[in-house]
């Protein structure tokens, strides 16, 4: 994979998804200092992370009313009210009003994972400038992109492949260099600037993005209503997708639950200090980063097969901190789980969109992006009570197998891709019968 995506269109999108990201967490790292130096709550903390995550479920909706409306710059005037909630929040630092800091919080969420899921819908629906025209219009579904082989080739235009390795490629490097970026910026010029920094990533992201053109015309009517229920009908219509996302929701509670441990892991059972701590992180990142790179380099490989393998991966590398004697090993299980954590994110994009067709991208990962974001909401006290009945160690134990018994799932989605379509009577081979009917 080139280092850029051929076409300008595409390169503004990994542009503005990239400084998004990492503008995302200037906004994050900020916001955590000022509450806690303000409050000195873990509860004030945690209702901050809970008010931006909470307005996931209404991501679907948002994505809706953006792609039915035909007039430009709509995912521009996202970023602008971002960046509004970015430079009020940065005046209520000054004087301190947790309801309000809380309400722009849950504003800014909403329109963070909006954007991110309709940049990802048009990442996906991009085509090099000069593709014949032929190939721009809609496929449907195809399971046999899953499989890997020529199979996916004829099913999704390497660009896609490419768009989703390159934005996951800058999700990976964000949670590298963004957290420390943001830390930086704080100590330095102190909260509110590191605020306004964040709202000037967003004015920087609706300049990138001012003739993106995301409307999608559909059938079933303008109304956001009738658009949900189309994605409600794919989805009650599609058990392997439906099957897919739950499967991905009970992996990514268990993967959620390895965060608070990590610190008590580090300082406590390892007794390797701060410096043990950050060790851990920088080696997940790093292996977030070679996953992501793998991932670029596997257009022809079976999406299936990486989504089962990555979620493995994961849940191998919190086994290995249950049994780690050292600070050492402890940091190659992170790697692999990183490895592992950026292979299966990237996969999950692919396989749903191979699944989904394109008219139903956009409200697709607005679901995806909900998932992810709801899930610590269940991950995290889960994690907290089985802490408090055992050691960091038993705690890794319990949430490795929990994890890794996820795989089971994606390997039996998997299996039933290939019999279906390698067993008599597949889609395929009937006559009048969509191939991507699962």
């Excluded at 971002?82 to 630092?93: D, G, P, Q, T």
């Excluded at 629906?125 to 593709?131: G, H, K, S, V, Y």
């Excluded at 300049?207 to 409600?232: K, M, W």
């Amino acid at each position: 994979m080139s280092a850029l995506p051929s076409s300008p269109r595409l390169r503004r999108i990994l542009g503005a998804y990239t400084i998004n990201q990492l503008g995302t967490w200037f906004g994050t790292v900020a916001l955590s200092v000022a509450v806690y130096d303000h409050t000195h709550s873990a509860v004030a903390v945690t209702a901050l992370f809970l008010a931006r995550f909470l307005p996931a479920l209404g991501v679907p909706a948002l994505v809706a009313r953006v792609e039915a409306s035909p007039r430009r710059g709509r995912l521009s005037a996202i970023y602008a009210i971002e960046a509004v909630s970015a430079a009020a929040l940065a005046a209520l630092v000054w004087h301190f009003w947790l309801p309000a800091i809380l309400a722009l919080v849950a504003l800014d969420g909403a329109g963070a994972l909006t954007a991110s899921s309709l940049l990802r819908a048009e990442a996906a629906r991009a085509e090099p400038e000069d593709a014949p025209q032929d190939t721009r219009a809609e496929r449907p579904p195809a399971p046999d992109a899953l499989l890997g082989g020529d199979s996916e080739l004829e099913s999704q235009p390497a660009s896609a492949h490419g768009a989703n390795a390159a934005l996951n490629l800058a999700l990976s490097v964000s949670v590298v260099v963004g957290p420390a970026l943001a830390a930086i910026a704080v100590k330095a010029f102190g909260v509110p600037l590191a605020l306004l920094i964040d709202a000037a990533s967003f004015l920087a992201c609706g300049a990138l993005l001012i003739d993106l053109y995301p409307y999608v015309e559909e059938r079933t009517g303008t109304s956001v209503r009738a658009r949900l229920g189309a994605a409600l009908e794919y989805l009650r219509e599609t058990p392997s997708l439906r099957a897919l996302l739950l499967t991905e929701a009970a992996a990514l509670i268990f993967f959620e639950t390895g965060a608070p441990a990590e610190v008590i892991y580090a300082k406590g059972t390892l007794n390797a200090g701060d410096l043990g701590y950050g060790t851990l992180l920088s080696a997940w990142g790093v292996g977030m980063v070679l996953g992501s790179l793998f991932f670029a380099r596997s257009a022809k490989r079976s999406l299936g097969a990486m989504l089962t393998g990555g979620t493995f991966a994961v849940g191998l590398a919190y086994i290995g901190f249950a049994a780690a004697p050292s600070l050492q090993l402890a940091a190659l299980a992170a790697v692999l789980g990183g490895i592992g954590n950026g292979v299966q994110w990237a996969s999950l994009i692919g396989t749903v969109q191979q699944l989904t067709p394109q008219r139903l991208h956009g409200r697709l990962m607005g679901t995806v992006e909900s998932i992810g974001a709801l899930c610590p909401l269940i991950g995290l006290p889960v994690s907290a009570l089985v802490l408090t009945l055992g050691s960091p160690r038993i705690a890794f134990l319990v949430f490795g197998l929990a994890a890794a018994a996820t795989t089971l799932g994606f390997l039996r989605l998997w299996m039933g891709w290939r019999v279906e379509l390698d067993g008599p009577g597949t889609a395929a081979e009937q006559p009048g019968t969509s191939r991507g009917g699962l």
